[in-house]
């Protein structure tokens, strides 16, 4: 099984820009698709992006959010620019084999890092 941990949250204000890190021990990434979700106080865990042989993301941040990975470093990052208060959230890595968006189908997590964007 792989293990992953996120790191790059933090308190930024509206306009500016994070990079999110996912480090993955045990296995190596490059047999997983590999995703970001978050999840907001009070709401379900949502799909935000995902990178497999072709990269996907949700339209609430196309075209301010890149996934992206180094199957050589067994890292993938999640750049988010022009950043708005509700993406604020805890930013979660996921493995799994479907290449979906749905939350179920993906098998390992991350314990999750904090995002807060301020107005």
């Known amino acids: 099984q792989v293990q992953l941990v996120e790191s790059g949250g933090g308190l930024v204000q509206a306009g500016g820009s994070l990079r999110l890190s996912c480090a993955a021990s045990?296995?190596?990434?490059?047999?997983?698709?590999m995703a970001w979700f978050r999840q907001a106080p009070g709401k379900e865990r949502e799909f935000v992006a995902v990178?497999?042989?072709?990269?996907s993301t949700a339209d609430s941040v196309k075209g301010r959010f890149t996934i992206s990975r180094d199957n050589a470093k067994n890292m993938v990052y999640l750049n988010m620019n022009s950043l708005k208060p509700e993406d604020t959230a805890v930013y979660y890595c996921?493995?799994?084999?479907?290449?979906?968006?749905?939350?179920?189908?993906?098998?390992?997590w991350g314990q999750g890092t904090q995002v807060t964007v301020s107005s």
């Open positions: 996921a493995a799994g084999y479907a290449g979906t968006r749905n939350v179920f189908d993906y098998r390992y």
């Open positions: 045990g296995r190596t990434i490059s047999e997983y698709t």
């Open positions: 990178i497999s042989t072709i990269t």
